[in-house]
Structure formats: structure tokens, C-alpha cells
């Protein structure tokens, strides 16, 4: 009998304890670490790109978004008249209301951006000023209510029409930024042979046939929608002369 509790207590005595050493812990709590920093900087490489594509991708509609928006706004082109100011005591001089040059237009539209198509006429004055820390150039556009040659006279004067200068305001919207240049250009038919031409300046007593705009890129990038020139024809065409019946 006391041999055998004499064989259990050296057993017992013999046997080793559970537990780790300080080594072991410094290693573990050392892997555990490399681990979370691993996948940290994991996380935050694919949150960056993920950040930076859906930054490519705003950037892609916007300039989707605003070339569909300019396309929209010349094809809704509505063929009015203007009473322009005149001297004091002379009759208003009733005129086709259209302004073109190589860096400002005026016209009247169906689609504004408010409305849409949806909505009452608007008058449309796009402008080419400078961009944000005079880097390139900017197309913008403002907006006002058309309410018939009245509202459109307040913006010319005199018979051989001179037009207000267009200034950028509180509610003007940018179209595009951040270009190299920006230029309006005006199609005039012609019979055969030319049949049409370009002309950067509009003075004719009539409406062009077609308005291109051409935008050009300040920088290139690939990851990017490039924007493109827009050329829309003016399909609502009427005689500047001619009295129609209401």
C-alpha cells in the first residue's frame, strides 16, 4: 500500500504543468499585430481605389451628364422675337432674338435645367469665363424666364441689335471646367456648290442651321469620358419676317 502512494505521489510530482511561457506570449501578441497592420493597410489600399474609381466614375457622368444636357438645351431652340429698348420715345425694334459669338449665346429653349422639357421656356446665356485659379477656361450657363418679346428685349438695344454682356451669377451652372479652350461656331446653308459654312460670329437676320460647340480638354486622361465637340442642328426654323397667326 505505500508503495503503490509512494508511485503515485513521484508520478504526480513528475508530471509537467500547462500553461506558455513570456517568449511564447511576445511572439503571439508580435504575429497578432503583423496580422491586424496587414490587414489595415489591406483595408485602407482598397478603400482608396474603391474611393478613386467612384471618383472616376462622378467625374464620367458629369461630363456625360453635361454634354447630354447642352445637346438637349440647342435641340430645344425656339425661333422668337425680341422687342429691344430703343431711344426714349422710339418704338421697341422687334428682332430675331439670337446671339452668337465665339464665346457667348443667347437664345430661348424648351429644356432648361430646373425643368427640364417638362417646364415653361427659359432664356439661355451660355458664357466662356476663366476657371478656378485661372486654370484653362469654364462653359457656363444661366437661366431666365421667358415670358415673350418683352422678357427678351431686356437683354438688347437698339435696332441694329447690341446685346447686354453675360456675367456669371450666384445661380449660374457650370457645364464644364477645367478646359483648354471652348468656342462657339454657327452653320449658315448655302445653295451649291458649298451648300453650308462655319461662321464664328452671328449678324444675319435669321437663325442658323446648326450650332457646334467645341470643348477641348485641358488635360488628357484615358481613366476619363473625353469631352467631345457638340454639333446640333436648330430643326425649329421659321421666317423672321413673316407675321404668323396666333
Not at 3 to 29: D, N, S
Not at 32 to 51: D, N
Not at 111 to 132: D, H, K, M, T, W
Not at 138 to 149: D, F, I, K, Q, S
Request: glycine share 8%; hydrophobic share 45%.
Amino acid at each position: 500500500m505505500k508503495r503503490t502512494q509512494g508511485v503515485a505521489e513521484q508520478g504526480a510530482v513528475m508530471r509537467p504543468r500547462a500553461g506558455v511561457t513570456l517568449m511564447e506570449m511576445l511572439i503571439a501578441v508580435t504575429l497578432l499585430s503583423l496580422l491586424s497592420v496587414g490587414i489595415l493597410m489591406a483595408m485602407r489600399v482598397g478603400f482608396t481605389a474603391m474611393e478613386k474609381t467612384n471618383s472616376r466614375l462622378m467625374a464620367n457622368r458629369r461630363s456625360v451628364g453635361a454634354q447630354r444636357v447642352l445637346e438637349q438645351q440647342i435641340a430645344g431652340f425656339m425661333p422668337v422675337q425680341a422687342d429691344c429698348l430703343a431711344a426714349p420715345g422710339q418704338p421697341p425694334a422687334r428682332i430675331p432674338f439670337f446671339q452668337g459669338e465665339p464665346q457667348s449665346m443667347r437664345f430661348v429653349s424648351t429644356y432648361s435645367l430646373e425643368e427640364a422639357a417638362r417646364g415653361l421656356p427659359r432664356i439661355l446665356e451660355f458664357q466662356v469665363l476663366p476657371g478656378a485659379n485661372r486654370e484653362g477656361v469654364r462653359l457656363v450657363v444661366n437661366e431666365h424666364l421667358y415670358a415673350g418679346p418683352l422678357s427678351t428685349g431686356q437683354f438688347c438695344r437698339g435696332g441694329p441689335p447690341v446685346f447686354a454682356p453675360i456675367q456669371a451669377g450666384p445661380r449660374s451652372f457650370v457645364l464644364a471646367d477645367r478646359l483648354a479652350g471652348c468656342r462657339f461656331l454657327f452653320r449658315r446653308s448655302l445653295p451649291a456648290p458649298l451648300y453650308e459654312t462655319w461662321e464664328p460670329r452671328w449678324v444675319r437676320p435669321e437663325w442658323p442651321t446648326a450650332i457646334r460647340v467645341e470643348l477641348i480638354p485641358l488635360e488628357a486622361d484615358a481613366a476619363k469620358v473625353p469631352l467631345l465637340s457638340i454639333t446640333a442642328p436648330l430643326k425649329a426654323q421659321k421666317d423672321p419676317a413673316f407675321q404668323y397667326v396666333n
